[in-house]
C-alpha cells in the first residue's frame, strides 16, 4: 500500500487565504500606493480568513500531509477556532492602527504585509500535527512582529525593543528546537501523537534522562512565548517600545500561539509526570511574580504587560494540575485543556479592547 496520499486542498484553504492576503497586500501598495486601500485590502483579507476557516471547520475533521495514520496537518474544530481568533485579532490591530499609520513614521504597505504575514502562521499553528510545523508555524507568527516593534522610523525605544525581543525569541526557538531533536533521538518521531503514544508505551523511555531534559527543553522554549516567569524579562520592555498597536498584537495573538502551541504538546505528545511539576511551577511564579509586580507599574502599557505576564500563570494552572493528576479521566483532562482554551480566547479579546482604550486616549502614541 502506498504511504503517499493526495493533498486535501480544502483543508489548507485557510492557509490560502491567509498566505494570499500577505501577497494581495504587496500587490496593492505596489500598484495603487494609497495607504487606505493598503490597509481595507488587509481587513478583507482577515475577515475572508475567518470565514473561510469557520467554514472549513463546520464541515468535520480534515487531514492532509500524512504518512499512514501520521498527519502533519489536522484541521478540526480547535484550529478553525484559533485560526478564527487570530484572523479577528488581526482585524482588531488593523482597526485601531489609524493613528499609527497615520502619523507618517511607519510604512502602511509593509505594517499590513508583516501582520498578514504573522496571521499566516497563527492560522497555521492551530493545524499543526508534528512538532516540526509547530514550531515552523509559531516563528512565521512570531519573526514579523521583530520587524514590527522596531518599524516606527527615529524611535529609539522602538530598536531597542525590537533587538531585545529578537535576541530572546532566537533564544527560545534554539531551545525548543533543541528540545525537539532530542525528542526524536529518544522516540523516533516527531508527529505529536504518535510521540505521546511512544512515550506512553515505553516506560523505559519515559524515565531516560535524555527525556527529561528534552521535555524541560521544549517546555521552557514554549514558556518563552507565553511570558512565564522566570522567561517574562523580555514582555515589558517589547511592550512598552512597541507601538500600541503591534504591543497589543504581541500581547494577543503571540501569546496565543504560544498557549496553542504549548497545550498541544503538553495534551499530545508529553508525558505528565514530567510536564505536570514544571507547568505547576511556572503557573505558581508566574501568577504571583505578574500580579505583584503589576501594582508598582505607572505607566499603562507596562501594567498591561505585567497583567499579561500575569494571565499567562491562569492559563498554565490547569495544566500544570491536569499533568500532575495523572489518575484523571480523560474527560476531565479534556474538559481542563477545554477550560484554558476558553480563558485564553476570552483573555485576548478582552486585552484587544483594553489596548484599543488605551489608543483612543492616546492616539499620538500610536
Known amino acids: 500500500m502506498s504511504l503517499v496520499q493526495s493533498v486535501d486542498n480544502v483543508a489548507l484553504l485557510p492557509a490560502y487565504l491567509a498566505a494570499g492576503t500577505a501577497v494581495l497586500v504587496l500587490l496593492v501598495d505596489l500598484l495603487v500606493a494609497r495607504p487606505r486601500v493598503t490597509a481595507a485590502v488587509a481587513a478583507l483579507g482577515a475577515a475572508g480568513t475567518a470565514v473561510g476557516a469557520g467554514l472549513v471547520g463546520a464541515a468535520g475533521t480534515r487531514r492532509t500531509f500524512c504518512v499512514g495514520d501520521d498527519c502533519s496537518w489536522v484541521w478540526n474544530g480547535r484550529a478553525a477556532l484559533v485560526a ?10 488593523l482597526a485601531i492602527s489609524g493613528p499609527l499609520l497615520r502619523a507618517g513614521r511607519t510604512p502602511p504597505g509593509e505594517y499590513c504585509f508583516l501582520l498578514a504575514c504573522a496571521m499566516t502562521g497563527g492560522v497555521v499553528l492551530g493545524a499543526a500535527g508534528d ?32 533587538v531585545t525581543f529578537f535576541v530572546v525569541s532566537v533564544v527560545a526557538t534554539t531551545v525548543t528546537l533543541l528540545g525537539a531533536a532530542l525528542l526524536y533521538a529518544v522516540a523516533g518521531t516527531l508527529h505529536l501523537d504518535r510521540l505521546g503514544a511512544t512515550l506512553a508505551a515505553r516506560d523505559d523511555l519515559t524515565a531516560l534522562p535524555l527525556t527529561t531534559v528534552a ?34 498584537y504581541l500581547s494577543t495573538a503571540s501569546k496565543l500561539g504560544g498557549v496553542v502551541a504549548l497545550l498541544a504538546v503538553v495534551q499530545r505528545a508529553l508525558p505528565g509526570e514530567v510536564t505536570g511539576p514544571v507547568l505547576a511551577a511556572l503557573a505558581v511564579l508566574t501568577m504571583t511574580v505578574g500580579n505583584l509586580v503589576a501594582l508598582r507599574q505607572r505607566r499603562t502599557v507596562r501594567l498591561l504587560a505585567w497583567s499579561s505576564v500575569a494571565q499567562a500563570g491562569y492559563i498554565l494552572a490547569p495544566l500544570g494540575a491536569l499533568a500532575l493528576a495523572a489518575g484523571r479521566t480523560a474527560d476531565a483532562r479534556a474538559g481542563a485543556y477545554a477550560a484554558a482554551v476558553a480563558y485564553t480566547v476570552f483573555f485576548v479579546l478582552l486585552e484587544l479592547a483594553a489596548f484599543a482604550a488605551v489608543v483612543a486616549l492616546r492616539p499620538a502614541d500610536g
Open 84 to 93: 478564527v481568533v487570530v484572523a479577528l485579532l488581526t482585524l482588531g490591530v
Open 131 to 162: 512538532l516540526i510545523t509547530l514550531i515552523v508555524a509559531l516563528e512565521t507568527l512570531t519573526l514579523p512582529l521583530y520587524v514590527l516593534v522596531g518599524l516606527r522610523r527615529g524611535s529609539l525605544a522602538g530598536a531597542e525593543a525590537a
Open 215 to 248: 521535555v524541560a527543553l521544549v517546555v521552557a522554549g514554549l514558556a518563552f512565548k507565553v511570558a512565564a516567569v522566570p522567561f517574562h524579562a523580555w514582555a515589558p520592555a517589547t511592550y512598552d517600545g512597541a507601538p500600541l498597536p503591534v504591543a497589543a
